[in-house]
């Protein structure tokens, strides 16, 4: 087999997995679409291989037309091997629970305090509640019952202090099942844990240590120790920032705001180690050994990557790029030089061999792009920017040419875009190269003298204060993030398509503006489209009060916004699902404290409606805020609320719908305020728990919070009830009320 085999090879490998991971954790299953987008990727493989092919140099010799066929049988039986072995690899390494698992302990009932023995497995971290959060492996249930498998546990950050990880304990608290996510875009902590083969949770109270002797050695030993050196030398959250611009954000406890805005600002890569990180390092470790022979060079090379692996917890993104550290320290010694194709092919398949799972982790897809961007489209870029200094190209090249290739899978996964993140990446990338480079050197010092790791990190506080300024500038100025809606899989990797095709044909790099011009056709028509023909009225599940979402023809109207936790994980990624980016009218259920001022800080908002009989919405903007007025109508539809018994009334050309809240009206005046109305329609009713006496309105639809407990089968015989419990509910006019997520009727 020759090298151009052995990449369509490797190439089968990967995009098997690709495939395979989009089945493995779909709820739809497998699609005859998605079967269309598997067979067009594998034969794609073959323009990709040109691509990769030239990177190695080889030229294939002239053979008669037997030959080649006999040749391609042979090439692609043996592509056809490798997908299938891929497939059933990634299958077997899926996690399963075990017979005694201790999510099968877990009882939809199941409320009372349980105390589970076991061993932590990772370093505990703070969640957005300031709660500690680790994974725990169960051994026992109580004092008798052995189990197995592992839970996702959290604690009160004073009784998990002092947890380590492989310490023995005993939680006692209550076990949970992870819920899916429950609105479109929204985060499924239930697959999030899955994947790491955690089923169950326990929300802990209490934490039971045994007598036992800390390690003097481990890796979490060494993150701590730079941490902490680095935290002493700039305070906090200066320190926090810098340790995770060296180790990672997911080995340190990052303070949420400045996390949110570095992703905000399309920095999010900064806080993620990755190929940067260890061409600093290696680059640090090159020229202090400048002066040692080749094999010398090459064992501190290799133990100073695998130290630093060991650091950042073996994330995937650092594993590439230590494989390919390792490759130019051997091209060092052997005197050769390194084909970057190549090697980062080689890496993805010896990582994805190691652990296929991988496939599915975001970090290590935008690492691969990022360092492909590089390697096939920076050289043309600094070729372009020929009339600036050879620096400034750099600074400029080297962004750019990684953001345009990571940017639509980004776009795909979050469904917006970070609008100055090009802008801000190209200015932020002297400051953060700077605080890199430092922090590496205090973390080398810090594990030697923490002292001296100190004094070191505070010379970074000044660039580390002046990039959190930047980047609190951008992140401030109007639309600073930019929703666009869900991109389909088609159009994602349509997009992936026309670039290869600027790689590899020079028609297509003549027409270059063609192809960006195609591009943002493909993104922002759909959009537009959706934005200016919609009709939708959404009801997403949330406390104290479900959440409405009215979309209608360039409008947008939102009752009531949650919790806190609400608007994070279900209505602000559902707002960016749909491409809302204004609020015409924002409103909220009388009695209760909508959380307007963490909607203004991500959307505009036009307009604060009050209701007449409440006080006067507590809004950033107080100058917008309006009373309600008698009737707001869109396109087509119309709002009206009623003083007297504090209902909402929204009319549709088919359907009345009354969105109650808990002062409860009595039912005799609810009939006859219907009963005045002059349109005689189907009715819906909207409420966080419907009492069995309002059956007798004889609503068509009725929309709960909780599945009312007087309530039997008999009585809803002729009614849709849909529990909000179960899912998003929304309404169209051609569909009428139907689950968005999944099927939510009792």
């Not at 493989?45 to 030239?54: Q, R």
């Not at 026992?140 to 959290?154: H, I, N, P």
């Not at 090249?397 to 875009?417: H, I």
């Not at 009713?685 to 009725?702: E, F, H």
Request: aromatic fraction near 10%.
């Amino acid at each position: 087999m020759n090298r151009h085999s052995w990449i369509i090879l490797c190439l089968a490998y990967i995009v098997s997995l690709l495939s395979t991971n989009l089945f493995a954790f779909s709820s739809s299953g497998f699609t005859g679409q998605q079967l269309i987008w598997l067979v067009a990727g594998l034969i794609s493989l073959s323009a990709i291989a040109v691509l990769a092919d030239n990177d190695f140099g080889s030229k294939p010799p002239r053979l008669n037309a037997l030959e080649i066929f006999k040749r391609a049988y042979k090439q692609w039986l043996g592509t056809a091997i490798v997908a299938i072995l891929a497939i059933v690899y990634f299958q077997v390494r899926i996690p399963q629970p075990q017979g005694n698992d201790i999510s099968y302990q877990v009882t939809a009932s199941d409320s009372e305090f349980v105390t589970v023995s076991g061993k932590v497995l990772t370093e505990p971290r703070l969640n957005d509640s300031q709660r500690l959060k680790f994974v725990f492996k169960a051994s026992r249930v109580g004092d008798k019952e052995q189990v197995s498998g592992k839970l996702y546990a959290t604690l009160p950050l004073l009784q998990g202090t002092g947890i380590y990880p492989g310490q023995n304990l005993k939680l006692k608290g209550s076990l949970y099942l992870p819920q899916a996510a429950k609105t479109p875009s929204g985060f499924d902590f239930k697959q999030y844990l899955a994947r790491q083969g955690v089923f169950a949770g326990i929300q802990g109270f209490e934490a039971v240590f045994s007598e036992q002797t800390e390690p003097s050695w481990g890796w979490w030993k060494l993150r701590r120790r730079i941490v902490r050196s680095q935290l002493k030398g700039l305070g906090s959250p200066m320190g926090q920032l810098v340790s995770s611009m060296i180790l990672g954000r997911k080995a340190v406890d990052l303070p949420v705001d400045i996390r949110d805005r570095f992703i905000e600002a399309g920095l999010a890569h900064v806080l993620a180690a990755s190929g940067f990180h260890v061409s600093l390092l290696l680059g640090i470790i090159l020229k202090i050994t400048n002066r040692l022979a080749a094999k010398p060079r090459l064992v501190i090379g290799i133990g100073t990557l695998l130290v630093y692996l060991g650091l950042t917890g073996i994330q995937a993104s650092v594993f590439r790029a230590c494989l390919m550290g390792v490759a130019v320290l051997i091209a060092l010694v052997v005197e050769t030089k390194v084909k970057p194709l190549g090697s980062l092919l080689l890496a993805a398949t010896i990582i994805l061999l190691f652990n296929p799972l991988f496939i599915s982790d975001l970090g290590f897809q935008l690492s691969f792009l990022a360092t492909f961007g590089l390697i096939v489209t920076m050289p043309g870029l600094i070729a372009k920017l020929d009339w600036l200094p050879p620096t400034l190209a750099t600074l400029v090249a080297v962004p750019l040419a990684a953001t345009v290739w990571v940017l639509p899978l980004l776009s795909y996964q979050f469904n917006s875009v970070a609008t100055y993140s090009i802008i801000v990446n190209i200015i932020c990338t002297p400051l953060i190269t700077v605080i890199s480079l430092g922090g590496m050197v205090s973390a080398i010092a810090a594990l030697i003298m923490p002292l001296v790791g100190s004094a070191i990190a505070w010379v970074l506080l000044y660039p580390t204060l002046l990039l959190m300024a930047v980047i609190n500038f951008f992140t401030n100025l109007p639309g600073s993030s930019w929703a666009i809606g869900q991109i389909s899989l088609g159009v994602l990797l349509t997009i992936y398509g026309l670039f290869l095709l600027v790689l590899v044909s020079n028609w297509w790099r003549k027409h270059l503006r063609l192809v960006l011009l195609g591009v943002l056709t493909l993104i922002i028509v759909p959009v537009i489209y959706q934005h200016f023909n919609l009709t939708q009225i959404t009801v997403l599940p949330a406390h104290p009060e479900p959440i409405i979402v009215i979309q209608d023809r360039g409008k947008v109207v939102l009752v009531n916004t949650g919790e806190p936790k609400d608007i994070k994980y279900s209505l602000l990624p559902f707002l960016t699902n749909q491409g809302v980016n204004q609020i015409n009218y924002a409103i909220s259920s009388p009695g209760f404290k909508s959380n307007w001022s963490a909607i203004s800080e991500r959307l505009s908002i036009k307009n604060f409606v009050s209701n007449p009989n409440s006080k006067p919405l507590s809004t950033p903007f107080s100058n917008q805020t309006v009373q309600f007025e008698p009737v707001i109508a869109t396109k087509s539809l119309t709002m009206s609320f009623d003083t007297q018994l504090s209902i909402l009334k929204l009319d549709t050309a088919m359907n009345t719908w009354l969105i109650l809240n808990n002062t409860k009206p009595d039912t005799y005046q609810l009939q006859q305020y219907i009963q005045a109305s002059s349109n005689q329609k189907p009715l819906i009713l909207v409420g966080t728990k419907i009492v069995a006496a309002w059956l007798k309105l004889q609503p068509q639809s009725i929309i709960a919070s909780n599945q009312p407990q007087a309530i039997t089968r008999r009585d809803t015989d002729k009614i849709q009830v849909y529990n909000l419990q179960d899912g998003v509910v929304h309404w169209t006019p051609d569909d009428g009320i139907e689950p968005l997520v999944a099927d939510a009727n009792w």
